[in-house]
Antibody, heavy 115, light 112 residues
Framework: QLQLQESGPGLVKPSETLSLTCTVS??????????WGWIRQPPGKGLEWIGS???????YYNPSLKSRVTISVDTSKNQFSLKLSSVTAADTAVYYC???????WGQGTLVTVSS | DIVMTQTPLSSPVTLGQPASISCRSS???????????LSWLQQRPGQPPRLLIY???NRFSGVPDRFSGSGAGTDFTLKISRVEAEDVGVYYC?????????FGQGTKVEIK
């Protein structure tokens, strides 16, 4: 059973870059034919898909965020990461990392954008 | 983008009674590989979402058999045969057939 855990700063200043890492345990990130990705949930609101990376390295991003998002994989650490640039208060949300097509979820981490 | 529309948005249910949630997509969710990547997620209060049903009707590991999914094409349904207290939360449908993956607005299930 895969387990995913997000890590990263809980507070980011406006205009800066949000950086989060997801550590995968219980399986190898490179041996599973999975998508690995990120989803966010603003406080009290619904779910928004940010983007995914296939185990082969292909990336797919939400068009609404594409110009600001980068998702990458570090197979040596069994991790994948999210970078979201030029953040504003609208990017305040709980960020979840995801394995498969929604099969496995991290616990989520709240990121607040504020000066 | 594929728009996912759930009804109802709120569902007060008596314990032990059934509940049903509908999800409609703005276009067919049949993938070119023949599969339909429609999932149902449960989010209990203060918890992350968890997968209940994948590819329309397949229960994920550990999901009680009172949860069932059905449908095809653009119309899908999640049914809870007998609602228990632990089923309180928000339920989302999600499509992963086409990028960007999209979600329904969520249906809040609460006990009357």
């Amino acid at each position: 059973q895969l387990q995913l855990q997000e890590s990263g700063p809980g507070l980011v200043k406006p205009s800066e870059t949000l950086s989060l890492t997801c550590t995968v345990s219980g399986g190898s990130i490179s041996s599973s034919s999975y998508y690995w990705g990120w989803i966010r949930q603003p406080p009290g609101k619904g779910l928004e898909w940010i983007g995914s990376i296939y185990y082969s390295g292909s990336t797919y991003y939400n068009p609404s965020l594409k110009s600001r998002v980068t998702i990458s994989v570090d197979t040596s650490k069994n991790q994948f990461s999210l970078k979201l640039s030029s953040v504003t208060a609208a990017d305040t949300a709980v960020y979840y990392c995801l394995g498969g097509g929604g099969d496995y979820w991290g616990q989520g981490t709240l990121v607040t954008v504020s000066s | 983008d594929i728009v996912m529309t759930q009804t109802p948005l709120s569902s007060p249910v008596t314990l032990g009674q059934p509940a049903s949630i509908s999800c409609r997509s703005s276009q067919s969710l049949v993938h070119s590989d023949g599969n339909t990547y429609l999932s149902w997620l449960q989010q209990r209060p203060g918890q992350p979402p968890r997968l209940l049903i994948y590819k329309i009707s397949n229960r994920f590991s550990g999901v009680p058999d009172r949860f069932s999914g059905s449908g095809a094409g653009t119309d899908f349904t999640l049914k809870i045969s007998r609602v228990e207290a632990e089923d309180v939360g928000v339920y989302y449908c999600m499509q992963a057939t086409q990028f960007p993956w999209t979600f329904g607005q969520g249906t809040k299930v609460e006990i009357k």
